[in-house]
């Protein structure tokens, strides 16, 4: 079964900083999604990444699928305390979806 | 333009009761989903429809779980004789033909 590994575990960082997220996959990826959630809600669908080297933006969130690597990434760029959460990788293909553990972030002022 | 919606959000129920979930999916959505995510860890995949087929479930799915959609359009998912490790966060999710997965906002079970 394939497994889901996210680097850090947790992430602390001051408004305006930068930051990175990894999702490293036992197996080949097909298909990677990343989602958002606060505690205790539903996931919000971040992005989808089908293709290796694909590369997806939106509003300062951008993410990429280095498909030999069998890893993706997720960048922040100049974090704002909108963008605190957990950050949820998911892989598979049309059925069934499996997650990482999340890493979780919070924005300092 | 509605989200997967589920109900109730919270339950608390004791040891040994039944328990069903409702989920409505997004209305155009053929795939239905369900999943439990326990404090910690990401969410752990049940079972998934396809209109009103339910064509995979997963080892987690123990014979106390069953889950349903009758017409193909909203679900439930009922749990018998419930247990303490049964309290989790059950989330449901919807697609049309796969991919990608909308969210509800989930069902919190505390069983006491």
């Known amino acids: 079964s394939q497994e889901l590994e996210q680097s850090p575990q947790s992430l602390i960082v001051q408004e305006g900083k930068n930051l990175t997220i990894n999702c490293t996959s036992s197996?080949?990826?097909?298909?990677l999604y990343w989602y958002k959630q606060k505690y205790g809600e539903g996931l919000i669908f971040l992005m989808m990444?089908?293709?290796?080297?694909e590369e997806k933006s939106h509003e300062k969130i951008t993410a990429k699928l280095d498909e030999k690597k069998q890893q993706s990434s997720l960048h922040i760029t100049a974090s704002q305390p909108s963008h605190a959460g957990i950050y949820l990788c998911?892989?598979?293909?049309?059925?069934?979806?499996?997650f990482g553990t999340g890493t979780q972030l919070k924005v300092e002022l | 333009d509605t989200g997967v919606s589920q109900n109730p959000r919270h339950k608390i129920t004791k040891r040994g009761q039944n328990v069903t979930f409702r989920c409505d999916p997004i209305?155009?959505?053929?795939?239905l989903y369900w999943y439990r995510q326990t404090l910690g860890q990401g969410p752990e995949f049940l079972t998934y429809?396809?209109?009103?087929?339910?064509?995979?479930k997963s080892r987690l799915l123990s014979d106390r779980f069953s889950a349903e959609r009758p017409k193909g359009s909203f679900s439930t998912l009922e749990i018998q004789r419930t247990e303490q490790g049964d309290s989790a966060m059950y989330l449901c999710?919807?697609?049309?033909?796969?991919?990608?997965?909308?969210f509800g906002p989930g069902t919190r079970l505390t069983v006491l």
């Open positions: 999710a919807s697609s049309y033909s796969g991919t990608p997965q909308f």
């Open positions: 197996k080949t990826l097909y298909g």
């Open positions: 990444l089908q293709k290796g080297g």
């Open positions: 998911g892989a598979g293909g049309g059925n069934k979806l499996t």
């Open positions: 209305s155009e959505h053929n795939r």
């Open positions: 429809f396809q209109n009103e087929a339910q064509l995979e």
